[in-house]
C-alpha cells in the first residue's frame, strides 16, 4: 500500500468518524449513518490494499 493510499484512506476514516460523532451530537441519524458507511468504505479499501500488499510479498517471496 502506497503512502498516499494509507494518508488517503485514514483521511477518509477521520471523516466519518467526525460526521458520526457530529450526527450523534446533534441527533442527526442521516449523518451518523452517514459516518459511519464513510468509516466502512475506508476500511474495505485498506483491507484491499492490505490483500495486494500481502500478494506481493508472496510474489516477492518466489522470486
Request: no cysteine; hydrophobic share 30%; aromatic share 4%.
Amino acid at each position: 500500500m502506497s503512502f498516499t493510499d494509507k494518508v488517503k484512506n485514514k483521511a477518509e476514516e477521520l471523516v466519518g468518524k467526525g460526521k458520526e460523532q457530529a450526527g450523534d451530537a446533534t441527533d442527526n441519524p442521516r449523518l451518523e449513518a452517514e459516518g459511519q458507511a464513510d468509516q466502512t468504505d475506508a476500511h474495505a479499501k485498506q483491507a484491499g490494499e492490505h490483500v495486494k500488499d500481502a500478494a506481493n510479498d508472496v510474489k516477492k517471496a518466489f522470486s
